[in-house]
């Protein structure tokens, strides 16, 4: 099993540009969760999939759109990217909705706005 | 605001035990306790997690306060592979309830 795998690794974009992160499971997870990493920080919650076909707000949601596509995908869209967007995304599932339950993550995404 | 509180960093030597110490006074009587830890350059990483019991696995120990308002993850013999920065968590039965990942501790090891 690959795990939570995630694309692209490494991404530059000018502000004003958009782009989609990609994030699989093949766990058969029921639930996928996107997270931020600015440097030197904690980990913030953007949005969350509980189940197939139901997404929700997490802490840091702005700026930001997600669609779960499957039960396996759960992408990340930045419609118009800004500097203040510059950050490493993570992508993490578990096996059953809730935030009690361990979360599996993936390697993460690079992002530079410029 | 992170409901837990850690150092932010410490040091040990390599092949000597580890205690890396939590705060969470606010614990309410249904929250887990997670721990993850991140290696440099890579995703979070599922390390333990317990109720009120002391809990073991193959990559450490966590000993549980008896008011559960502190708790200790132990790693019995670090190596340098064990080099990162490890998250204390408190996790809620409430489905509506977030996480909250704080900054962690930056454990480094010493050859």
């Known amino acids: 099993n690959a795990g939570v795998t995630q694309t692209p690794k490494f991404q530059v974009l000018k502000t004003g540009q958009s782009m989609t992160l990609q994030c699989a499971q093949d766990m058969n997870h029921n639930s996928m969760y996107w997270y931020r990493q600015d440097p030197g920080m904690g980990l913030r919650l953007i949005y969350y999939s509980a189940s197939e076909g139901t997404t929700d707000k997490g802490e840091v949601p702005n700026g930001y759109n997600v669609s779960r596509l499957n039960k396996r995908e759960f992408s990340l869209r930045l419609e118009s990217a800004a500097p203040s967007q510059t950050s490493v995304y993570f992508c993490a599932s578990t096996p059953l909705q809730g935030f009690q339950e361990t979360q599996y993550f993936g390697p993460g995404t690079r992002l530079l706005v410029l | ?111």
């Not at chain 2, 939590?22 to 990483?45: A, F, K, M, V």
């Not at chain 2, 997690?49 to 000993?63: E, K, P």
């Not at chain 2, 204390?88 to 900054?103: H, V």
């Open chain 2, 1 to 111: 605001d992170a409901k837990t509180t850690q150092p932010n960093s410490m040091e040990s030597n390599e092949e000597e035990p580890v205690h890396l110490p939590c705060n969470h006074s606010t614990i309410s009587g249904t929250d887990y306790i997670h721990w993850y830890r991140q290696l440099p350059s890579q995703g979070p990483e599922y390390v333990i997690h317990g109720l009120t019991s002391n809990v073991n696995n193959r990559m450490a120990s966590l000993a549980i306060a008896e008011d559960r308002k502190s708790s200790t993850l132990i790693l019995h013999r670090a190596t340098l592979r064990d080099a990162a920065v490890y998250y204390c968590i408190l996790t809620s039965r409430n489905r509506d309830d977030k996480i909250i990942f704080g900054k962690g501790t930056r454990l480094h090891i010493l050859p």
